[in-house]
């Protein structure tokens, strides 16, 4: 009788909670890229001022529709707002304002391109994060990878030591680690 | 994959064949045509009924706040992958008219079958001959055979070249483990070889990594359908990931025009596995499935005399297939990769009377590519394949030689020049090939893409591609006993033709893709096909005792040979736009129109298939009304098609015909999900009436309750 009221109230959850079930894509990367701000250090200097904004930019194809927004809206981490600045397809002569951004998410849409960007970006203290495949092995810093129905990192810590950020090992520890040979 | 079911083809072919014979020759008037009486059409029904108060919408999904839960939370969630953001990645930069079926795609078509699923890409005509054969054609030449369109899964080919032609009924598998069905229209010879004509269709199944865990599901329908499937998905180590699975189904009989149950309800069982190993610069895949499927052909019982199918017996065909394929990728640098692939493939072919035939594949593919000079994407590859059967063992002989073991072997060049960067790109190519009966064979391309914007693409395309003769066209040796005069009996045979050579096409397209707002985009494709050299079949009469002799004494008073006699040209315009209405509700729709020259009206539809009807529509509509419940509907019309009979000549049409389905999934936990579907809620409509054994789909509903774990 307890097992039965136990599932009963499980259902009764699942079904008054449906969000508790499944997400969208886009809604939990666009959270990863969240708990990036806060888990990522950047160097000193980085920002003017303690108000300064965190700088997400979107390069290529923005594929979060509108959750990105919902999810940093009216949200800053250690006093510093969080801004979206989306860019269309990579464009050379643009590449200074790609430097200013914090974390540059690069779409699917840039996979032809993605050389040139992180080379663009080699240096500059941008954390690069990306669902192209092969990403850390291509020098980029956190791949979204997919296992099962569920989101997974793969994170290149060189990458990210030679531009300088941090990324806490908390982080780290959810994700799978590429080295380098 | 599954040849045999080729030999119930061919018998088929027989049938049609001496039925048109016997036609000649007896004399006899055309009254058979009317057995194909159309049967009373519903009028359609509004499927905009489902259509929602855009007002009504609810707040789309979630509300959670992901950003408070803890790094290991957020990776434990489930999440729906939609991935159209690559879909729409590998569209854009396309040079051919390519369409691609998305896994969101199937589950809201609630549809159970991989060539029904077909029926939402453009240009594409889909008929179900009966409860399990289908016809699946682009741009023209609908028949049972379907001998222009390629079609492979996981990039093995299931064209049967010794009939020419696809057995739809057994590439069912679990849906759910599908990734996406690529399908491009028109010739794509150049890089994919013969018979690939007017199109091919890639069924990609998903990596294993992404399909870890528990599947299950049942279904029950009202036409006596069920189904069930389970699948698990494990990891091994830290890089080796596979899954296992195994169905049952059991489908329904359609029914006749006359409303009876038409006897060809069928089934199957598999299993199978796959498993994906990733490391650094590497990847292999390794699949497999066993199935053995049984399908009822009821109307095998062709009576010569009276010209009749009795209708009243049913020929359990079993076929079982066994397969198993590797494939390997290895990344040389960034600029460069290479890939193998091998697989082996067994069809046999289990009559009743236990005498079986045999169909063996081996194939072998090499393929690179590699980036030269920073403006040229090279690909190069090589291909062996070696098919061999043994026919010695059927209850009636079809082919001279009974056995073969045949080969082909090509290679092709591809480059793709960025002439302007990231502006213009012109991409030229050719493979050549040699075939068993017609030597070698080239089929070259050349193809301009226009990017002016990242929202707009134009391009174009000219190409030539071939199809080569089956080895029924080739070989088949089969004849029948006509009637007797006195003493001297008179036969009718179908003879095959060892000087046919290769159908060829040249192809011009042009297609233009547009982002017009960020929900709305629209493909269009426009082509012009000339014909040369298709392979129909011809009616000789010989007055009795003036014909060649059979090989058992007495002489053909007809005989059936096939012959490169037709040409012509086939156009068209294929349309797809998609439009988000609003966040929660989606739609989709395309539209196609097909004309042709008179040439292309009167060929024999035996080996060639009819003309395509002009207008092909589809419609669909994708709400998701509660985070939990989704709705769904689609809406397929075929314009009226010509039918020919046997000797080409026309009798009349199959009326156009509309096929509306419409049903809900309801999540009602993380893990449980009902769905619950009416299709074909017109009613019972013939779709193929021109073809033998044709039947009826009729008004069905289904119940399916899944379980992902």
């Known amino acids: ?181 | 994959m599954l040849t045999f079911k080729k030999n119930k083809k061919v018998k088929r072919v027989l049938k049609a064949v001496f039925l048109g014979a016997i036609l000649l020759t007896a004399t006899l008037s055309r009254a058979a045509a009317e057995e194909t009486k159309p049967s009373p059409s519903v009028p359609a029904a509004d499927s905009n009924a489902t259509a929602p108060e855009p007002d009504s919408v609810a707040a789309g999904p979630s509300t959670t706040d992901l950003t408070q839960l803890s790094l290991e939370n957020l990776g434990g969630l489930n999440v729906v992958v939609t991935s159209s953001a690559k879909e729409e990645e590998s569209l854009r930069n396309a040079t051919s008219a390519i369409f691609v079926i998305t896994q969101e795609d199937i589950r809201n078509s609630g549809l159970q079958h991989v060539a029904d699923l077909l029926r939402m890409v453009p240009g594409l005509l889909v008929s179900r001959v009966n409860a399990n054969e289908w016809a699946v054609t682009a741009r023209g030449f609908n028949s049972e055979f379907n001998n222009k369109m390629l079609v492979l899964v996981d990039g093995r080919s299931v064209y049967q070249a010794t009939f020419g032609g696809v057995n739809w009924n057994e590439l069912d598998t679990l849906l759910e483990d599908i990734d996406r069905i690529e399908v491009i229209r028109g010739p794509g010879g150049t890089l994919w070889g013969e018979n690939a004509v007017n199109g091919v269709i890639n069924i990609i199944t998903k990596d294993s990594k992404i399909t870890q865990g528990v599947y299950a599901t049942s279904l029950t329908g009202s036409n006596g359908d069920n189904m069930a499937a389970l699948r698990y998905g494990g990891k091994i180590g830290d890089d080796l990931y596979y899954r296992i699975y195994g169905q049952t189904e059991n489908w329904g009989s359609f029914q006749t025009t006359t409303g009876q149950n038409a006897e060809d309800s069928w089934m199957a069982q598999r299993a199978g596995f796959r498993t994906d190993l990733h490391e650094e610069t590497d990847s292999l895949t390794l699949e497999g499935e066993y199935q053995v499927g049984n399908f009822d052909d009821p109307q095998n019982d062709f009576n010569a005399l009276t010209l009749q199918y009795s209708g009243n017996y049913v020929n359990d065909e079993v076929d079982r297939d066994d397969h198993l394929l590797a494939h390997w990728v290895h990344t040389f640098s960034d600029n460069s990769e290479g890939s193998l692939m091998v697989y082996y493939d067994q069809v046999n072919m289990l009559p009743t009377n236990n005498v079986g035939t045999i169909l063996n594949t081996f194939d072998a593919e090499l393929q690179y590519r590699f980036q030269l000079n920073g403006w040229n994407e090279v690909t190069w590859g090589g291909e062996f394949r070696n098919v061999s059967d043994d026919y010695s063992n059927p209850i009636t002989s079809f082919y001279i030689p009974e056995e073969a073991s045949l080969n082909t072997y090509g290679g092709f060049l591809n480059d793709k020049v960025t002439l302007v960067d990231n502006r213009l790109y012109l991409t030229g190519g050719v493979k050549l090939e040699n075939t068993p009966y017609t030597g070698n064979e080239w089929e070259p391309s050349g193809r301009l893409l226009f990017t002016p914007d990242s929202n707009n693409s134009l391009w174009a395309a000219v190409s030539r591609n071939v199809r080569v003769p089956s080895r029924v066209e080739e070989d088949v040796n089969y004849f029948q006993q006509g009637f007797a005069a006195g003493p001297t009996t008179f036969y009718a045979g179908l003879v095959g033709n060892t000087n046919l050579t290769s159908e060829d096409i040249v192809s011009y397209e042009i297609g233009y893709r547009t982002n017009i707002t960020s929900g709305l985009s629209l493909d269009l494709a426009g082509f012009y096909n000339w014909y040369y050299n298709v392979i129909t079949a011809d009616f000789i009469q010989y007055a009795p005792g003036t014909g060649p002799a059979t090989p058992i004494g007495g002489s053909y008073v007809s005989e059936v040979l096939g012959s490169n006699a037709k040409g012509g040209a086939i156009y068209g315009t294929e349309l797809s736009l998609k439009w988000d209405i609003t966040n929660s509700l989606k739609s989709a729709f395309a539209y196609t129109y097909n004309g042709y020259d008179s040439t292309m009206n009167s060929v024999e539809n035996i080996f060639a298939g009819n003309p395509p009807p002009h207008n092909i529509l589809d419609g669909r509509l994708s709400w998701d009304a509660a985070s939990n419940l989704k709705l769904n509907t689609s809406y397929y019309w075929v314009d009226a098609t010509p039918i020919n009979d046997p000797t080409g000549v026309n009798t009349g049409i199959v009326p156009s015909y509309g096929v509306w389905d419409l049903g809900f999934s309801w999540k009602a936990t993380m893990n449980w999900e009902l769905s619950v579907w009416g299709q074909d809620l017109e009613g019972a409509h013939a779709e193929a009436a021109s073809f033998l054994n044709s039947s009826s789909p009729q008004t069905g509903v289904y119940g399916q309750l899944t379980a992902r774990y």
């Open chain 1, 1 to 181: 009788m307890k097992k039965f009221r136990r599932i009963t109230l499980a259902l009764v959850l699942a079904i008054a909670f449906p969000a508790w079930g499944q997400f969208s894509e886009y809604a939990v990367k666009a959270a990863y890229l969240f708990n990036f701000a806060k888990f990522v250090q950047w160097p000193n200097g980085t920002f003017n001022s303690a108000a300064s904004p965190i700088i997400i930019g979107v390069l290529g194809d923005d594929p979060f529709g509108g959750d990105l927004d919902r999810t940093v809206e009216g949200k800053s981490v250690d006093g510093h707002p969080i801004r979206i600045k989306r860019f269309g397809a990579f464009d050379v002569t643009r590449v200074s304002q790609l430097q200013k951004c914090q974390i540059l998410f690069i779409s699917y849409s840039e996979k032809d391109n993605i050389t040139e960007i992180l080379g663009a970006m080699r240096g500059t203290d941008v954390l690069t994060v990306s669902e192209i495949e092969k990403f850390p092995n291509l020098g980029g810093m956190i791949l979204f990878d997919q296992e099962g129905q569920r989101i997974t990192l793969a994170i290149n810590p060189q990458a990210a030591k030679s531009s300088q950020l941090t990324i806490s090992s908390k982080l780290l520890q959810v994700a799978t680690i590429y080295k380098s040979e």
